[in-house]
């Protein structure tokens, strides 16, 4: 089992910063990439962004140039840094963990509120 847990979410007004935090412990060495996704109100839960073990980095096109994905192997945790956000952005954001092994599900965290409003 692999446990996620999110921090840093909060208020911010439009173009500004926040930074999420991701802290896995557990069955480290079963997963193989880490991610965000997040869910506004009334819509479907999206990739924001994603990371692999080897540090292969893929973004959502909505965020791509603002939003930037990181890991620190050393402390099992993954960052989301957030630049010029917009209303838009406003969703809980999900941490995610995909398993090495084919077939099964991944592990969420509980997810953190960002709200975006002036």
């Known amino acids: 089992q692999v446990q996620l847990v999110e921090s840093g979410g909060g208020l911010v007004q439009p173009g500004g910063s926040l930074t999420l935090s991701c802290a896995a412990s557990?069955?480290?060495?079963?997963?193989?990439?880490m991610g965000w996704y997040r869910q506004a109100p009334g819509k479907q839960r999206e990739l924001v962004a994603t990371?692999?073990?080897?540090?292969?980095?893929n973004y959502a096109d909505s965020v791509k140039g603002r939003f930037t994905i990181s890991r620190d192997n050393a402390k099992n945790t993954a960052y989301l840094q957030m630049n010029s956000l917009k209303p838009d952005d406003s969703a809980v954001y999900h941490c995610?963990?995909?398993?090495?092994?084919?077939?099964?599900?991944?592990?969420w965290g509980q997810g953190t509120q960002v709200t975006v409003s002036s």
């Open positions: 990371i692999t073990n080897g540090g292969i980095i």
């Open positions: 557990g069955n480290i060495l079963s997963i193989y990439a």
């Open positions: 995610n963990a995909e398993r090495r092994r084919v077939g099964l599900p991944p592990y």
